[in-house]
């Protein structure tokens, strides 16, 4: 069955950056579509931008341009978001999930993410 | 961005209750509306697609409707299992956007 496995909780320090990892399993991640997702704990959730893992092809959500930046990895199908210039406001949980067909479908369990001192 | 209102924001309710949690978008956004479960644990799990589509698995007492600007979840008849947090979300236009939840909690 389709498996998205994140990496780990991280502990950064401000300005530091951070790079989260979304290892997939069950389907051709090759064709496929990831988003990644921000929640902050007792908050809605927010999307931060999708890729292609085709041709790596990504679109952004304005609020996190120049704070995300989404890659892929066909080889091992994974799909990784690095998180630059950190500060005590990315302190979140990020998501990643497949979308298929305008929905997301299939979602890693999240990775926590605290910036701090 | 299109702003996604959901009401209320938590729900006490009871076993076997029929629950509706309603979604409102600034704007029109053409049934281009799906709906999440989260769980205590964080896990996120799709619930409706489209408006009105039951995502494969997803049990027959959740059903979805509405138009233009208002949607709507309901759960015919609650179990255990549906005591959890929803989110509406719309993909009409980007970026996606999500409501702010409906924590469905036992009463």
């Known amino acids: 069955q389709v498996k998205l496995q994140q990496s780990g909780a991280e502990l950064v320090k401000p300005g530091a950056s951070v790079k989260l990892s979304c290892k997939t399993s069950g389907y051709t991640f090759s064709t496929s579509y990831m988003s990644w997702f921000k929640q902050i704990p007792g908050q809605s959730i927010e999307w931060i931008g999708m890729?292609?893992?085709?041709?790596?092809?990504?679109g952004y959500n304005q609020k996190f341009k120049g704070k995300a930046t989404l890659t892929v990895d066909t080889s091992s199908s994974t799909a990784y978001m690095d998180l630059s210039s950190l500060t005590t406001e990315d302190s979140a949980v990020y998501f990643c999930?497949?979308?298929?067909?305008?929905?997301?479908?299939?979602w890693g369990q999240g990775a926590s993410v605290t910036v701090s001192s | 961005d299109i702003q996604m209102t959901q009401t209320p924001s938590s729900m006490p309710a009871s076993l076997g209750e029929r629950v509706t949690i309603s979604c409102r978008a600034s704007?029109?956004?053409?049934?281009?509306l799906n709906w999440y479960q989260q769980k205590p644990d964080g896990t996120i799990k799709p619930l409706i697609y489209?408006?009105?589509n039951l995502q494969s698995g997803v049990p027959s007492r959740f059903s979805g409707s509405g138009s233009g600007t208002d949607y709507s979840l309901t759960i015919s008849s609650l179990e255990p299992e549906d005591f959890a947090m929803y989110y509406c979300q719309q993909y009409d236009s980007s970026p996606w956007t999500f409501g702010g939840g409906t924590k469905l909690e036992l009463k």
């Open positions: 704007q029109g956004i053409s049934n281009y």
């Open positions: 489209y408006t009105s």
């Open positions: 999930a497949r979308e298929a067909w305008d929905v997301m479908d299939a």
């Open positions: 890729i292609y893992a085709g041709d790596g092809g990504t």
